[in-house]
């Protein structure tokens, strides 16, 4: 036998050998969080936790260098405001599916507007007034955690009724928001005949008048107790510092966290948008109240590491909007953008259709982005409805700083999805609610007599932050682009609950550790 062919017989054989070699072993699944912290940051753009990063050294440093960043994470609804941002965030829901389609609408049956949240049939506990209920048509994260464990506890706070109410959902144990008037915070009798005994403790307090004369960039609130002192409050970061010393105590008296069962807590902090609709991205207020909040949430976790340990606590940050810069901004840089005065779109629509059809009032709702035509009116003089629409979104068009418009008729059958601008509208589109003829303005325009606002498909508007932080996820920095309607999924595959009736989101997969 030669030596080669001894050689070949040799290799043959090792390779005929099996071998044997041990099985990789499974990658442990996490345990599941004690507590789950669901923040919003009202009128929060993505970029603000870059441009005043050098400043943070709380809560979202922690979240940023300790969290799983998405850079380029944007809503996909029209218009981008807060009722619609809080109840896509925890049901990962489209408008067109969860029915919320903005902050108000006009109400065709009732013949006025209605606020979001609005709900005659209940009463406002705590305080005056008609109450509110979650109207959305879909279930939320909590929902399902409520369905899946009995003993799970939800609980909402929030500066905004739709703010706490949105983000909670049906089935929350206790739903909470400030009162403007007196410093308290209250609910309504969809969520139980009174208030929890710690919040009326905490109310008891008055909490709120230790803020008086407290001072921060945008000034001095005022010295006195009364509804000047507690609406200056909510426009300032002093808000924030309210809710989150709400937040503590809902925490200790609920014991959340710390019963053996997953929780949820929603916070959304309202009085960033408060600032920001008042001063503009690019004010030193702007600035301080962003600086201000990262300390609020530097609180909060560490209260939450001594009561229940931050290794058990997933956190999501993300925010419901952000916001256009000031126009008179936007001039001084030699960039596009101005105001349109209030009314504008409204009486050319109203001109329009009185020339072609007669006398008589053709639009019936205050708004000039979202156009609500006078059914009846268009019945009693026979008027085909989708050719006054068609009228209405002509005259809008002619309108200088006018990009789109688009008629009802167009977003119910598609039509407008093969526009990219208009994607975003078809996705909203809700046949009761929405507006005969909406109108989408040239980048940098706002109808806002002063201020800033929002509402847009642009990216100021809808380019915001999504955090995670916890146990189960990876850190680390994302780039490719998702949605913040991929939250609720992802979140309910990590509790290993029913994803959310209406979500139209995706796993975040790539965040997911050991999974």
């Not at 526009?419 to 005969?436: E, F, I, K, N, Y």
């Not at 980048?443 to 002063?450: K, L, M, N, Y």
């Not at 991929?486 to 609950?497: G, R």
Request: charged content about 20%; aromatic content about 8%.
């Amino acid at each position: 036998m030669t030596r080669a062919l001894a050689s070949l017989i040799l290799v043959a054989v090792a390779a005929a050998v099996p071998t044997t070699r041990p099985a990789p072993a499974p990658t442990p699944v996490p345990a599941q969080p004690k507590l789950v912290v669901a923040l919003t940051i009202d009128q929060f753009r993505y970029d603000y936790l870059t441009r005043f990063r050098d400043d943070y050294t709380g809560g979202l440093r922690r979240l940023l260098e300790r969290g799983a960043v998405f850079t380029q994470a944007r809503y996909q609804h029209f218009p981008s405001v807060t009722a619609i941002g809080h109840s896509t965030y925890l049901t990962g829901a489209l408008p067109a599916v969860s029915g919320i389609i903005g902050n108000d609408w006009w109400d065709r049956s009732a013949g006025r507007t209605v606020m979001a949240v609005s709900d005659p049939a209940e009463k406002i506990v705590g305080g005056e007034g008609e109450g509110a209920s979650p109207r959305m048509l879909v279930s939320t994260v909590g929902d399902e955690l409520k369905i899946a464990r009995a003993r799970s506890r939800v609980v909402g706070l929030s500066m905004k009724d739709r703010g706490a109410i949105f983000t909670a959902g049906h089935m929350g144990n206790a739903v909470l928001w400030y009162d403007g008037q007196t410093g308290r915070f209250v609910s309504s009798t969809f969520y139980g005949a009174a208030l929890p005994e710690w919040a009326i403790r905490f109310n008891d307090e008055r909490r709120a008048d230790a803020f008086r004369g407290a001072a921060w960039k945008g000034g001095e609130l005022p010295k006195e107790s009364g509804p000047a002192l507690y609406g200056a409050i909510y426009g300032s970061p002093f808000g924030n510092d309210l809710l989150e010393a709400f937040a503590e105590r809902a925490i200790e008296a609920e014991r959340l966290g710390q019963r053996g069962e997953t929780d949820l807590l929603t916070l959304s902090f309202s009085s960033n948008d408060s600032v920001g609709h008042a001063n503009g991205p690019d004010s030193p207020e702007v600035r301080d109240i962003s600086v201000r909040t990262d300390q609020a949430l530097g609180r909060l976790f560490a209260y939450l590491e001594a009561r229940v340990g931050m290794r058990n606590v997933l956190v999501i940050l993300t925010a419901d909007h952000g916001v256009a810069p000031m126009p008179e901004v936007a001039a001084a840089r030699r960039m596009p953008g101005g105001r349109i005065a209030a009314g504008t779109v409204r009486n050319a629509v109203q001109a329009a259709l009185a020339s072609r059809w007669g006398e008589g009032q053709w639009v019936v709702s205050p708004s000039d982005h979202s156009i609500y035509l006078n059914r009846q009116l268009i019945a009693d003089k026979k008027v085909d409805l989708g050719a006054a629409q068609d009228v209405a979104k002509a005259a809008a068009l002619a309108l200088p700083h006018v990009l789109r418009a688009y008629a009802l008729h167009e977003l119910l059958t598609g039509v407008a999805a093969d526009d990219p601008l208009g994607r975003p509208l078809v996705l909203s589109v809700q046949a009761q609610r929405t507006a005969d003829v909406q109108v989408l303005l040239e980048p940098q325009w706002i109808f806002a007599a002063r201020g800033t606002t929002h509402g847009s498909v642009w990216g100021y508007d809808t380019h915001v932050p999504i955090v995670f932080m916890g146990p189960g996820i990876r850190p680390g920095r994302y780039r490719k682009p998702i949605t913040v309607n991929d939250i609720a999924p992802t979140l309910a595959d990590l509790l290993e609950v029913e994803t959310p009736s209406g979500s139209a989101g995706r796993v975040l997969d790539e965040i997911l550790a050991g999974r």
